[in-house]
């Protein structure tokens, strides 16, 4: 079968040539003119990029800072613990987060537990003071009993030493007198016995008197002499035998009453320290009742827990150290729960009194002071800049965790002015500038654009269309600028990177070995003010070092800053605008290369290459801060 075709499409078949060199033609210009465009706009973005990067030389005044990140607490705190010894559940408690004013109740715990304890415990108090009362009388009735105990034994030794007195000046005495009386009677009748027994022998001899009277008057004679002897033997007995055994007795009854009454005595003594332990022991068991009885209560009064100031409720359970004892991942207390005893509950900050706790690498710790000013500004109020004071400095360093094990910060508390309005909270993000010094009146350039080797800073300034090495002095610096004291004039155009090779018209010749040498400790001493050199190079976007001549926050070897290790607080590795200091949110956009709102690692390691040729040093980084003028959208070389 044969198709024919129409006259129509034979003629279009035969103008498609024409067609298609016209479609050829115009592609071909479109394509001139993309390129001449984009030339166009890349010698532009040039134009641009170049002006961003060059800082003219300026004369005023910058402050030194220290940029810190942290969060808010409060500078005051109340714990509110569990007083209840023994089983304590929860009936009530006020929700987390609440505001509560002094007065207001926090916690109810169950009391009928408690209140049969208390009555238990006011029952056990009564007896116990009964048994108080009946040891007080006890020792009255003691002492008074050995009031008469101690009389009647001092008045038998007064009645023996009376006895004794008397025996010696009375009875003696008179035994004597009769001893001696009858002594002499016996001899006197015995003289006159024989001189009569001599008169009736005579008589005898003359047959006057019988011999039976003669016989009388011989026996009266022998009587007289036998009573003789035995007035003698009485008298010798008495001295010898009965006078002694008489005094001992006597004495020995004095001794007796002596002894009897400091037995009564010691057993006085004694009876009162057993009635006076007796009381002692009666009162420390009514003590130990009453105090328990008072402990109890107080644990009743314990389970109404009022706010003892305005605050704002937080649980224990919410801290990041598990304060409550029960546990770190336990649920939030809540009705039933049964809490241990002392167990933390409640945490009650006074938000109207907030600090900022900052950290601060230990190469800048030392230069901060209590006293020194500080702005702090809330992630959660970016817009509010809170003026403050430092307050303390911690005394020990705290480590960077597993990200950065060999880091050492120290904690940084800001006391805040001003800030109990906002509605601030505990544990809010936060940034802080502590101010350490101003530097005025003085030529400065930022920190970008100093650059230190062995012996020597210097600086690229801009002359035709490259750069000239120009060796300069460097006094104070800060975060953002350094000061300018030799080698600069107003209005010198500096780079603030290092320059590509193609860039350089002239470079300082080297250094020699010796003067590198001789001026190394120069080149690595102090700066004028006390503060200490940047590091090499200073165009890493980094710090001076601190006191302690360490590396700045974050470094990384040959002295570039490790951004996202400084300032990545949420640790998601990327850096958000927020996350950034003041003086570097300006240039956030143009390190933003895809506009996702984010900086990551790969856009920062865009920006180093960018910032040098391949055969120049690692490191060199954007400009930070003010020290960026044109990212401001300001000319460079205007006052900061």
Not at 57 to 66: A, N
Not at 254 to 275: G, H, P, W
Not at 351 to 364: F, G, K, N, P, T
Request: hydrophobic content about 35%.
């Amino acid at each position: 079968m044969v198709r024919r075709f129409p006259k129509t499409c034979v003629r279009r078949g035969a103008a498609a040539p024409a067609v298609i060199a016209l479609i050829a033609l115009l592609a071909v210009a479109g394509a001139v003119w993309m390129i001449w465009f984009r030339g166009d706009r890349t010698s532009e973005e040039s134009a641009r990029e170049r002006a961003s990067e060059i800082f003219s030389v300026i004369k005023g005044s910058f402050d030194i800072t220290v940029p810190a990140s942290g969060e808010l607490a409060a500078f005051n705190q109340i714990e509110i613990r569990n007083p209840i010894q023994g089983r304590a559940v929860i009936t009530y408690i006020a929700p987390e987060g609440a505001t509560v004013k002094r007065g207001e109740v926090l916690i109810r715990l169950a009391d009928e537990e408690i209140r049969n304890s208390v009555k238990d415990a006011e029952l056990n108090e009564l007896t116990a003071q009964n048994a108080v009362t009946a040891a007080q009388k006890s020792l009255e009735i003691q002492i008074s009993q050995n009031d008469s105990r101690l009389q009647q034994a001092q008045l038998k030794v007064e009645l023996a030493e009376l006895a004794l007195e008397q025996w010696e000046r009375g009875e003696v005495e008179a035994e004597r007198q009769r001893l001696t009386l009858a002594l002499e009677k016996a001899e006197r009748e015995l003289v006159r016995l024989t001189e009569k027994y001599e008169e009736s022998a005579k008589l005898l001899e003359r047959e006057f008197i019988s011999k039976d009277e003669f016989k009388r008057d011989e026996i009266a004679k022998i009587e007289a002499e036998a009573q003789l002897l035995k007035a003698k033997l009485d008298r010798e007995v008495y001295e010898q035998y009965q006078y002694k055994r008489d005094r001992k007795q006597k004495e020995s009854d004095v001794q007796q009453a002596k002894d009897e009454l400091e037995r009564v005595r010691t057993q006085n003594e004694a009876e009162l320290v057993k009635a006076t332990d007796d009381l002692k022991t009666k009162e420390g068991q009514l003590e130990i009742r009453r105090s328990r009885l008072a402990d109890l209560r107080k644990q009743l009064e314990g389970c109404v827990t009022v706010a003892p100031a305005d605050g704002l409720v937080v649980y224990a359970s919410s801290l990041e150290t598990g304060g409550g004892m029960r546990g770190n991942n336990t649920s939030p207390p809540q009705v039933g729960t049964e809490l241990r005893p002392n167990e933390l509950v409640i945490i009650l900050p006074d938000v109207s009194q907030m600090i900022a706790a900052v950290m601060v690498h230990e190469s800048l710790a030392g230069r901060i002071k209590p006293g020194q000013q500080a702005t702090v500004v809330p992630d959660s109020a970016q817009s509010t800049t809170l003026s403050g004071r430092v307050y303390n400095v911690g005394v020990l360093a705290q480590s960077g965790g597993w990200r950065d094990p060999n880091r050492r910060d120290y904690t940084v508390r800001i006391a805040l002015e001003n800030a109990g309005s906002l509605g601030l909270k505990p544990s809010m993000r936060c940034k802080a500038e502590i101010f350490l010094d101003r530097v005025t009146d003085a030529q400065f350039v930022p920190i970008q654009a100093v650059f230190r080797e062995t012996g020597r800073t210097s600086v690229y300034v801009a002359q035709g269309s490259g750069f000239v090495q120009k060796e300069v002095k460097i006094g104070r610096t800060s975060e953002i600028y350094a000061e300018v004291v030799e080698g600069l004039s107003l209005g010198d155009r500096v780079l603030l990177r290092e320059p590509r090779a193609t860039e350089i018209i002239a470079k300082l010749p080297p250094v020699p070995p010796m003067a590198a040498m001789n001026n190394g400790d120069a080149a690595n001493g102090p700066m004028s003010g006390g503060v200490t050199p940047p590091t090499t190079p200073l165009a890493g976007g980094g710090s001076a070092p601190g006191a302690n001549g360490g590396e700045s926050p974050g470094a990384r070897p040959g002295g570039t800053i490790n951004l996202m290790a400084q300032f990545d607080t949420d640790g998601d590795g990327k850096l958000q605008k927020s996350e950034l200091p003041a003086q570097m949110q300006g240039m956030f956009e143009r390190l933003d290369a895809n506009s996702d709102g984010a900086i990551d690692e790969s856009e920062i390691a865009a920006m180093r290459n960018r910032a040098g040729s391949g055969g120049g040093r690692p490191g060199a980084s954007e400009p930070r801060g003010p020290g960026n003028n044109a990212t401001r959208g300001e000319q460079p070389g205007s006052s900061p």
